[in-house]
């Protein structure tokens, strides 16, 4: 939660009874902002997971070498 969000949220607790309806506003953009972050965190991890797969299964194939270098030419090339 943003500083600013944070200090008007504790204005309104400040101020006491009346505002419940703003401070459940900020809560609930609050959480969807979390869950949006979290479901990018997520997308991140399969992405990361899935490269250490490619890494597992090549190195048990014995064919590490395989994996992408940049600046590196092959016989061929």
Avoid: F
């Avoid at 009874?17 to 991890?45: I, M, P, W, Y």
């Amino acid at each position: 939660m943003p500083i600013r969000t944070i200090r008007r949220y504790a204005e309104l607790v400040a101020a006491g009874h009346g505002n419940e309806e703003e401070r459940l506003a900020l809560l609930e953009a609050h959480s969807a902002d979390v869950a949006a972050k979290l479901a990018e965190v997520q997308e991140n991890l399969k992405l990361i997971d899935h490269k250490i797969d490619v890494y597992r299964g090549r190195l048990a194939a014995g064919d590490a070498d395989r994996l992408w270098a940049p600046g590196r030419r092959t016989a061929t090339g």
